[in-house]
């Protein structure tokens, strides 16, 4: 699967932005999705995931009750409505994809269990 996520800018905070991020190659239900970010000098962490069918989602600590993920496996789409933003939130954000087996799901934190990475979307929050 091929993923390009894309909708990111430059905003104020307090602001709010979409981000998506579009699966192509192969049928996104076939993948538990996540969001990760990277800023400057530090490295890659996670921000938010969703399984497969869209059930379950998680979020870090640092964005709970500000973002929201969701998928549309229609339109092979995932979503991240970030509001409230932060100029801490400033970073390149990333799509990925696990495939979604019957052992597959329980590390949708780390980046190694991940299989397939978009290109990255600039955020960038000023304050």
């Known amino acids: 699967v091929q993923l390009q996520a894309f909708g990111g800018g430059l905003v104020q905070a307090g602001d709010s932005l979409r981000l998506s991020c579009a699966a192509s190659?192969?049928?996104?239900?076939?993948?538990?999705m996540g969001w990760f970010r990277q800023a400057p000098g530090k490295e890659r962490e996670f921000v938010a995931a969703?399984?497969?069918?869209?059930?379950?989602?998680y979020y870090a600590n640092s964005v709970k009750g500000r973002f929201t993920i969701s998928r549309d496996n229609a339109k092979n789409t995932m979503y991240l409505q970030m509001n409230s933003l932060k100029p801490e939130d400033t970073a390149v954000y990333y799509c990925?994809?696990?495939?979604?087996?019957?052992?597959?799901?329980?590390?949708?934190?780390?980046?190694?269990?991940?299989?397939?990475w978009g290109q990255g979307t600039q955020v960038t929050v000023s304050s």
């Open positions: 990925a994809a696990e495939v979604a087996t019957l052992d597959s799901g329980s590390y949708y934190y780390t980046k190694d269990a991940y299989d397939f």
């Open positions: 190659g192969r049928a996104l239900i076939n993948y538990h």
């Open positions: 969703i399984s497969w069918g869209g059930g379950n989602t």
